[in-house]
């Protein structure tokens, strides 16, 4: 079936480290986004992008940055993690033209000590 | 920009009773209204989801109401069941379908008693 994976699905780094998380795709969606969770916050909006050209801020892009390898890939990093990113990450995809809202990948759980 | 308040946050009922999940939005150009489940140790899924030309949809035990006006929308779930035990998220999105991405509430964790 078609799907969103991310790698690492776990991953326990050290504080000022520089860490890359990947995001693919094989549902042929246009748009895909990161998003951040934790507890009792919900889901925060990091960056989305609509195709390879196109990267948007979302609402806390702060000390992240994107790459939109290919339509089927998106990458995020952390250039200097820090405790406080310790976090649940998630990517996601959506199909402008079904536009039947987003679809998520497994996550990666993300310690920084 | 958007901000959108769920309540309640923890909500627990009886096995076969209903369950009203209620969230408010605060800017007026919003116009997609999702609702994602997400069990322990799960991925948020979609269960259903509202456009704003339409007061209500239904999809077997599950429904979603709107109310621009107030700018409010509510999930409701009638006999609910033990699998329906889960933590549930309302959003928000101007784009068309949330394209460009979603304002989520904070969650509400339903807890249904056998």
């Known amino acids: 079936d078609a799907d969103v994976t991310q790698t690492p699905r776990n991953r326990i780094t050290k504080t000022g480290k520089r860490i890359m998380l990947e995001c693919s795709q094989t549902?042929?969606?246009?748009?895909m986004y990161w998003y951040r969770q934790d507890p009792g916050l919900g889901l925060r909006l990091i960056y989305y992008?609509?195709?390879?050209?196109?990267?948007n801020k979302g609402e806390i892009s702060d000390g992240y940055s994107v790459s939109r390898q290919a339509q089927a890939k998106f990458s995020l990093s952390l250039e200097s993690a820090i405790p406080n990113q310790t976090a649940l990450y998630f990517c996601?995809?959506?199909?402008?033209?079904?536009?039947?809202?987003?679809?998520f990948g497994q996550g990666t759980r993300l310690t920084v000590v | 920009g958007e901000n959108v308040e769920q309540h309640p946050s923890t909500l627990s009922v009886q096995e076969g009773d209903s369950a009203v999940i209620k969230c408010t939005y605060s800017?007026?150009?919003?116009?997609?209204f999702p609702w994602y489940k997400q069990e322990l140790g799960k991925r948020p899924q979609l269960i259903i989801d509202?456009?704003?030309?339409?007061g209500e949809k239904k999809d077997q035990r599950i429904a979603v109401t709107l109310n621009k006006t107030a700018k409010h929308f509510s999930l409701h779930i009638t006999e609910t069941q033990p699998e329906d035990s889960a933590v549930y998220f309302c959003?928000?999105?101007?784009?068309?379908?949330?394209?460009?991405?979603?304002?989520f509430g904070k969650g509400t964790h339903l807890i249904i008693q056998p």
């Open positions: 959003a928000a999105s101007k784009g068309g379908g949330g394209a460009d991405g979603l304002t």
């Open positions: 800017d007026s150009a919003s116009n997609y």
């Open positions: 996601a995809t959506s199909d402008l033209v079904a536009g039947a809202g987003a679809f």
């Open positions: 549902k042929g969606h246009d748009r």
């Open positions: 509202i456009r704003s030309n339409v």
């Open positions: 992008s609509f195709d390879v050209k196109d990267i």
